[in-house]
């Protein structure tokens, strides 16, 4: 059973279109995340989200849209897609609430490729 | 976010210990010292993490310095499937929200 599941793990898709990618989280966590990792392989987060609720948005274009419908679910929807949102985009999740450095699961990936 | 500095890579031969290093000269009291390393084309994964004492567990061992400006990872017999990056993050006690991953140190491992 994966934790922490995201579909498509590929998704080639031309300039302008709009886009979903899912994510799942199967360990009861009150926190999921989106980060970003580009070609030079940086890391960075753009959303978490804590309880449905959008804690943080880290100067991300507003052509992302997080969309939060459970605890469970973190979907990321990208409107008129650029070239240089080309990426691996990971979803992850955790348990915040209560917690001491608390370990934060993540999922396989889904490499988006604009074009 | 308190920063972490690592070496960019280093190399070990399969079999062998590995002491990956890594400083924090700015961490603050309720930090906690995270690893987490990503294998090629997967999602990161948790290594280990700690406070103030070393800690093991079945993947590493995480030795901690006493003043807690420094740690590191302790691989105790590195196996090619160890070769990934390995980050070292700092992280607040309680509800936090999010991880900042630095650069990170590419291991590679020779057979």
């Known amino acids: 059973d994966t934790a922490v599941s995201q579909t498509p793990k590929y998704l080639v898709t031309q300039m302008g279109n709009d886009k979903s990618i899912k994510c799942e989280q199967n360990l009861g966590h009150d926190t999921m995340y989106w980060y970003k990792q580009d070609s030079k392989k940086f890391l960075k987060i753009m959303f978490s989200?804590?309880?449905?609720?959008?804690?943080i948005n880290e100067t991300v274009p507003n052509r992302f849209s997080p969309k939060s419908p459970d605890k469970a679910h973190l979907n990321l929807h990208i409107n008129s897609l650029e070239l240089g949102d080309s990426a691996v985009y990971f979803c992850a999740s955790s348990q915040e609430t209560g917690g001491h450095g608390n370990t934060i699961y993540f999922g396989e990936g889904s490499w988006l490729t604009v074009v | 976010d308190a920063k972490t500095t690592q070496p960019n890579s280093m190399e070990s031969n399969e079999e062998e210990p590995v002491h990956l290093p890594c400083n924090h000269s700015?961490?603050?009291?309720?930090?906690?010292i995270h690893w987490y390393r990503q294998l090629p084309s997967q999602g990161p994964e948790y290594v280990i993490h700690?406070?103030?004492s070393n800690v093991n567990n079945r993947m590493a061992s995480l030795a901690i310095a006493e003043d807690r400006k420094s740690s590191t990872l302790i691989l105790h017999r590195a196996t090619l499937r160890d070769a990934a990056v390995y980050y070292c993050?700092?992280?607040?006690?309680?509800?936090?929200?999010?991880?900042?991953f630095g650069k990170g140190t590419l291991l590679t491992v020779n057979p």
């Open positions: 993050i700092l992280r607040g006690g309680g509800s936090n929200y999010k991880l900042t």
């Open positions: 700015t961490i603050s009291g309720t930090d906690y």
């Open positions: 989200y804590n309880n449905k609720e959008l804690i």
């Open positions: 700690g406070l103030t």
